[in-house]
């Protein structure tokens, strides 16, 4: 399961306790926000694309949506989401559970400016009934993060 994954990973950075699991579903950004007594803005959701064979994660803020003309300036490609079927093996996270912690080796990570404007943000745990709460500086240091990108327009 791949939330044993990332509370692994956690545990290995004396952070375990500070991951949420919930008794109702988080899979998306609204019913985050309600697990979590939050505002949706303060999700941090991350969106799975392919960019010719690579898998790219890019992680926004969740009153967001991708900018189809910012991605291709970004990445030189239209965005190509990930089939649900395929997040699994690809990423090593099922969708409603997909985050930028304990992913398959060889997935690229971005974060959104989206992010910047909030102290902390919640972003999934592996599972679709979990989160963290985290600042800026522990989602760079913890997604992995090639880097910060500008792909987001608010919704």
């Given at each position: 399961?791949s939330?044993?994954?990332?509370?692994?990973?956690?545990?290995?950075?004396?952070?375990?306790?500070?991951?949420?699991?919930?008794?109702?579903?988080?899979?998306?950004?609204?019913l985050?926000?309600?697990?979590?007594?939050?505002?949706?803005?303060?999700?941090a959701?991350?969106?799975?694309?392919?960019?010719?064979?690579?898998?790219?994660?890019?992680?926004?803020?969740?009153?967001?949506k991708?900018?189809?003309?910012?991605?291709?300036?970004?990445?030189?490609?239209?965005?190509?989401?990930?089939e649900?079927?395929?997040?699994?093996a690809?990423?090593g996270?099922?969708v409603?559970?997909?985050?930028?912690?304990?992913?398959?080796d060889?997935?690229e990570?971005?974060?959104?400016?989206?992010?910047?404007?909030?102290?902390?943000?919640?972003p999934?745990?592996?599972?679709?009934?979990?989160?963290?709460?985290?600042?800026?500086?522990?989602?760079?240091?913890?997604s992995?993060?090639?880097?910060?990108?500008d792909?987001?327009?608010?919704?």
């Amino acid at each position: 399961m791949s939330i044993e994954k990332v509370k692994t990973y956690f545990r290995t950075r004396g952070m375990e306790d500070r991951v949420l699991e919930f008794t109702v579903s988080s899979a998306t950004v609204e019913l985050a926000a309600i697990a979590l007594g939050c505002e949706e803005c303060r999700i941090a959701k991350t969106l799975s694309f392919h960019v010719g064979e690579r898998v790219v994660l890019v992680v926004m803020a969740g009153d967001t949506k991708i900018d189809n003309q910012k991605y291709k300036a970004q990445f030189g490609t239209k965005a190509k989401m990930l089939e649900y079927e395929e997040a699994p093996a690809l990423i090593g996270h099922a969708v409603g559970g997909v985050c930028p912690f304990a992913v398959n080796d060889g997935v690229e990570v971005y974060l959104d400016e989206s992010l910047k404007r909030f102290e902390t943000v919640f972003p999934a745990c592996g599972s679709a009934n979990s989160a963290i709460e985290m600042t800026m500086a522990e989602l760079e240091e913890h997604s992995g993060s090639l880097g910060w990108v500008d792909v987001a327009k608010l919704k």
